[in-house]
């Protein structure tokens, strides 16, 4: 439990975000700070190196016998790859870590990096959403982990939070940090609740005060959206859709009001003025980014896991994935939008797609754009944890077991050319199904060796009753491969086992 700090601690240093403009931000991070090189442009390399690192939430972990305190992991790229050292494990109850580990805390249900400070050193963002602001419950908070030349580390960690707690507000449920605007040292860094958008800029004139140097906007009690497309927020990304050199931002969660539970985005462009708000989009309430055709506009992708059933019958799908192609196009509404065209909708039933979509598949639970074999076109790699393995016989089935599908970026955008999927019972992957793993929870597409072409995580924050475990499937010359995938919990990494849910959240 963290006591409410004073209002002069948080005093706002930007304007408010507005449905019309800001002055003056898992997933692709769009453009870093000034001067920061294309390698940098995932924002995941905290020590510095060149090489990109591995952050981990594990929001379930028990902590010094609080329950669902959670901790997070990082596991530093090199030219080698990615291995369970050098690694490092933080919870709120490591030395330096703002607060202490708590019951439902849930550190590090939301993670995100970027280079905060503009000191070439990419930070760690931790949401903890479960944490009660004295004597609000759930309000919720998040704690900076400094990048150096070391890593991350716990010292000199900072703690945000809303400036007026609200309880069960649930603060940092989604993070995400880009360079929103031009003139900024340092990324910029988005937060959502249940309710709000809220943008923090580093302001070092704050460290003279002895208070957190990230300055908060104050919020938007609802985001902004088209009549009828009001949503609750559930995720964010971010991409440059326009090709101005800014990132956009894209907020993603289901519809509220009268027809609930839709899922639709909210998309602002970053411009030379600041942020701005310019239409709402079907699809969520998952988004990824990333360049999939190659024009050098990043391409929105988004995943609707399921749609409402008004006749209470249940999901009426197996889940649905959608593309909007960036465009410079030639006004506000579409160009300063980024993705200016009508979306491509992608199922399990689409010709040439693996599988067959059934109702409560989840296909698009999780999204994550990369390229996986070094052709210059962003690949998409999409998550199935509800997937039932073994069906239709319901003597083998096992329910909710999980698959994994990467479907290819090329010229002409998505395609299923080259297409691929998998679950346990695959060729060459560790483990068998098991009902309730949820495999492809979290899929993420990594590039820790610098090869240029992304790997593939794929979590499973059931396997083992909700111990959770990570598989790791390399990149080969055509691609994400199962040969040579290993698997790795949290005790590989020196971090509790038990009821972790290691996975629920891997930073983009």
């Known amino acids: 439990m963290r006591t409410h700090r004073p209002a002069a601690v948080l005093a706002a240093s930007i304007l ?17 700070a000034p001067g920061a090189t294309q390698a940098k442009d995932r924002n995941t390399d905290f020590n510095g190196d060149g090489y990109d690192d591995v952050l ?32 490092a494990v933080f919870s709120q109850n490591t030395a330096g870590v703002r607060g202490a580990a708590e019951t439902g805390d849930a550190f590090g249900q939301s993670v995100a990096t970027g280079d905060l400070n503009g000191d070439g050193y990419d930070d760690a963002v931790v949401g903890v959403p479960g944490e009660d602001i004295e004597p609000v419950g759930d309000a919720g908070g998040a704690v900076v982990l400094w990048g150096s030349p070391q890593g991350l580390t716990g010292a000199d960690s900072d703690w945000l939070q809303a400036a007026e707690p609200r309880a069960s507000a649930r603060f940092g449920s989604a993070l995400a940090a880009a360079h929103f605007s031009p003139d900024v040292p340092g ?43 009001e949503i609750d927020p559930k995720s964010l990304t971010t991409g440059d859709y326009d090709g101005n050199g800014l990132a956009d931002l894209v907020v993603s969660g289901t519809t509220t009001g009268t027809n609930p539970g839709e899922g639709w985005s909210a998309c602002f462009s970053g411009q030379v003025q600041g942020l701005r708000f310019e239409r709402s989009l079907r699809g969520g309430p998952v988004v990824a980014s990333g360049d999939i055709n190659g024009d050098g506009y990043d391409d929105l992708v988004t995943g609707t896991p399921s749609r409402p059933d008004t006749t209470g ?15 410079a196009g030639d006004g506000p509404v579409v160009g300063a939008a980024g993705p200016g065209t009508e979306p491509v909708w992608w199922t399990q039933d689409s010709p040439g797609v693996p599988g067959v979509s059934e109702q409560g598949d989840g296909w ?41 599908w990467v479907l290819r970026g090329a010229a002409g955008g998505l395609t299923v050319s080259g297409v691929r999927s998998w679950d346990q019972d695959s060729g060459e992957v560790l483990g068998v199904p098991e009902t309730n793993d949820h495999w492809g929870g979290q899929v993420r597409l990594i590039d820790p060796d610098g ?8 979590a499973a924050p059931g396997e083992d009753v909700f111990n959770g475990v ?21 005790g590989s990494l020196g971090a509790p086992r038990t009821h972790a849910h290691l996975g629920e959240a891997i930073d983009e």
């Open 187 to 229: 990324d910029e860094l988005a937060v959502t609740d249940r309710y709000d958008l809220i943008l923090f800029r580093y302001e070092p004139a704050l460290l003279k005060k002895d208070a957190a140097p990230l300055a908060p906007a104050q919020r938007e009690n609802v985001i902004p959206a088209e009549p009828g497309h």
């Open 56 to 87: 981990i939430g594990a929001p379930g972990a028990t902590i010094d016998s609080k329950q669902g305190a959670g901790f997070v992991t990082v596991q530093y790229g090199s030219r080698s790859g990615l291995g369970t050292s050098p690694s």
């Open 470 to 490: 990570v598989w790791v499937l390399p990149a080969g010359q055509g691609g994400v491969t199962a040969t040579g995938s290993w698997t790795f919990d949290g």
């Open 364 to 404: 698009g639970s999780d999204l994550s754009v990369a390229d996986t074999d070094g052709d210059g076109y962003a690949d998409v790699a999409i998550g199935a944890p509800l997937e039932d393995i073994g069906a239709p016989d319901p003597d083998l089935s096992r329910g909710d077991a999980g698959a994994v």
């Open 16 to 32: 408010l975000l507005t449905g019309a403009a800001i002055a003056a931000p898992s997933a692709y991070a769009g453009p870093s």
């Open 451 to 458: 090869d240029g072409r992304f790997g593939l995580l794929a």
């Open 313 to 327: 019958g249940g999901a009426l799908d197996g889940g649905v994935v959608g593309v909007y192609y960036g465009s």
